[in-house]
């Protein structure tokens, strides 16, 4: 499967963006579905994930209740919207499938990877 994510860009801190990823070439309603992001210097990390359904989201400690995770199965796609944002933020964000069901968390979990798209929280 393929993954194309997009809406980074620069914010102001306190402000919201919303990212999208678009699925194509697999079965999407198979895989779960995550978020991950890399700072400059720093290990990939985990925001958000989403089983195949949507019924059961995941978050976080940093982002709980700031950001919230989505798909549209109809659709091929999955979004992120993250409010209150802080300069903590700032990452390239990442979305990934997982076609087996392991922990969510763990990057190495997931089998394929979108290209990322930067997302910079000014202060």
Sequence with gaps: VQLQASGGGLVQ???SLRLSCAASGGTFSSYRMGWFRQAP?????FVAAISRSG???YYAESVKGRFTISRDNAK???SLQ???????DTAVYYCAADAGGHD???AAAYDYWGQGTQVTVSS
């Design 13 to 15: 801190a306190g402000g």
């Design 41 to 45: 210097g720093k290990e990939r990390e």
């Design 55 to 57: 019924g059961n989201t």
């Design 76 to 78: 091929n796609t999955v």
């Design 82 to 88: 993250m409010n209150s944002l802080k300069p903590e």
């Design 104 to 106: 969510h968390n763990l």
